[in-house]
C-alpha cells in the first residue's frame, strides 16, 4: 500500500513566506547549457519549471555569476541589467505552482582572478566584489525571486575567505576576521532587500567547530536559512553507525546548535530516505539533487508514497557535461 509522506509535507514559514513542503532542489548547474554573456535561455526555463510542477516547496536556482570573469563556462550571470529579463522569466518559470524560489550567488575565486592567495587581492578590488555580491541580490528581488543563497562552499571565493584568509584588514587571520565578509553581506543584503527576502547560505568547513562558528555567526547576522555542504566529497570523523550521508551528519551538527532552519543534502534518493532523515531531526529540510535531475517529478511522487524513478550515480555525472546525456532522464541521447 502506498503511503504518503508526513514529514516531507509540512509546510514552513521563513520570512513569512510559506514553503508548501520540505523538499528542497539543491542548486544543479548544467554545464552543457551555456549561452554568452550569462543570459538565461529556454533550456533553463523548460528545467526549472519542471522542478516548480514536480512539486518541491523550495527551488535553489544553480550558481550564478555575481562578477562577470573568464571562466571556461558561461553561468547564468546576475552582473548587469542585461541579465534581467532572462531572470525575470526564470523567476516566473521556478515559482510557478507555489515553489519559493531563491538565486545561489556565486563568485569563483581566485581560479579566475590573476592571484594566488586571497590576501593578494587588491582592497579596492575586494571590495568590489563585496559589492558585486549585494548587486546581484538587489537585482534576483527585482525580478521577483523570493531571496538568495550565499555559496560559501565547495571552494568558491566565499569558501576560501572563511578558509584561508591571511589579510590584513580586518577580512583574514582569525576567524572572526575570516568570516567578517559573509556576516557583513547577510546583513547587508538583509538591510537592502528588506525582512521579507530570505537570506540563506550554503557553507562547509572541515573543522566542526568553525562550522558550527559559521551557522552561528549567520544567525546572528539575520540570515534565515542555512544550506551545509561538501559538495560531492564528504566530511570526517562520522560515527560509524550514523545511517546517512556525512553532509547530513554535518548538518545534524550544525541543527543542534542554532535555531535557524537548516537543510540536509547528500545521497538521498527515495522518499523514505528523506522522511527518515526529518523524522531523526538531522535536519529541517531534505535537499534531493541528482534525484530531480533524473526526475523532476521526485517531489510529488515521494509526497504521495510513490517511487521516483532513481539516479543511477554514473561516476562523473553527465550533468557536469550536458545534462542531455544524462542515462536516466534522457537515455544518454546526446
Ligand atoms: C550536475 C551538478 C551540478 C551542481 N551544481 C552545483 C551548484 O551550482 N552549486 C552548488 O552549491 N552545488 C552544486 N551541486 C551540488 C548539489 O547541489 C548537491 O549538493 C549534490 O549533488 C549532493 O546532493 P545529491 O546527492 O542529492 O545529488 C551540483 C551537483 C551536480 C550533480
Not at 126 to 141: G, M, P, S, T
Request: a neutral charge; hydrophobic letters at 40%; aromatic letters at 8%.
Amino acid at each position: 500500500m502506498k503511503q504518503s509522506a508526513v514529514f516531507l509535507a509540512q509546510p514552513l514559514e521563513i520570512c513569512g513566506r510559506k514553503i508548501k513542503n520540505r523538499v528542497v532542489v539543491p542548486p544543479m548547474a548544467d554545464f552543457g547549457m551555456t549561452e554568452p554573456d550569462g543570459l538565461v535561455n529556454r533550456r533553463h526555463i523548460e528545467r526549472y519549471g519542471a522542478y516548480a510542477k514536480g512539486g518541491a516547496g523550495l527551488i535553489i536556482i544553480e550558481a550564478c555569476a555575481v562578477t562577470k570573469m573568464p571562466e571556461p563556462r558561461n553561468t547564468i550571470g546576475l552582473f548587469s541589467d542585461d541579465c534581467l529579463p532572462g531572470l525575470k522569466k526564470l523567476a516566473q518559470a521556478a515559482t510557478e505552482n507555489g515553489a519559493v524560489t531563491l538565486v545561489q550567488l556565486m563568485e569563483t575565486g581566485l581560479s579566475t582572478m590573476p592571484y594566488h592567495t586571497i590576501a593578494e587581492i587588491p582592497e579596492k578590488e575586494f571590495l568590489r566584489y563585496k559589492e558585486d555580491f549585494i548587486r546581484a541580490a538587489v537585482r534576483c528581488k527585482q525580478v521577483g525571486f523570493d531571496g538568495i543563497e550565499l555559496h560559501a562552499s565547495h571552494g568558491m571565493y566565499l569558501n576560501q575567505i572563511i578558509e584561508t584568509s591571511e589579510r590584513q584588514d580586518g577580512y583574514g587571520g582569525s576567524f572572526e576576521g575570516r568570516i567578517r565578509l559573509l556576516a557583513e553581506l547577510v546583513r547587508e543584503i538583509k538591510k537592502l532587500c528588506g525582512e521579507s527576502f530570505i537570506v540563506a547560505v550554503r557553507f562547509e568547513n572541515p573543522d566542526y567547530d568553525e562550522l558550527v562558528k559559521t551557522a552561528i555567526t549567520i544567525e546572528q547576522a539575520g540570515g534565515d536559512l542555512l544550506d551545509v555542504s561538501t559538495g560531492m566529497s564528504g566530511y570526517r570523523n562520522i560515527p560509524s553507525q550514523f545511517p546517512f550521508d556525512s553532509k547530513i551528519y554535518a548538518a545534524s551538527l550544525v541543527k543542534d546548535k542554532v535555531l535557524l532552519p537548516v537543510i540536509g543534502v547528500g545521497n538521498i534518493q527515495t522518499g523514505e530516505q528523506a522522511e527518515r532523515v526529518l523524522e531523526s531531526k538531522y535536519a529541517d529540510m531534505a535537499a534531493i539533487g541528482r534525484g530531480h535531475l533524473c526526475d523532476p517529478t521526485w517531489a510529488n511522487k515521494a509526497l504521495h508514497g510513490e517511487r521516483p524513478i532513481l539516479c543511477r550515480k554514473c561516476k562523473t555525472c553527465m550533468w557536469y557535461i550536458d545534462g542531455r546525456k544524462c542515462p536516466v532522464r534522457y537515455g544518454g541521447a546526446l
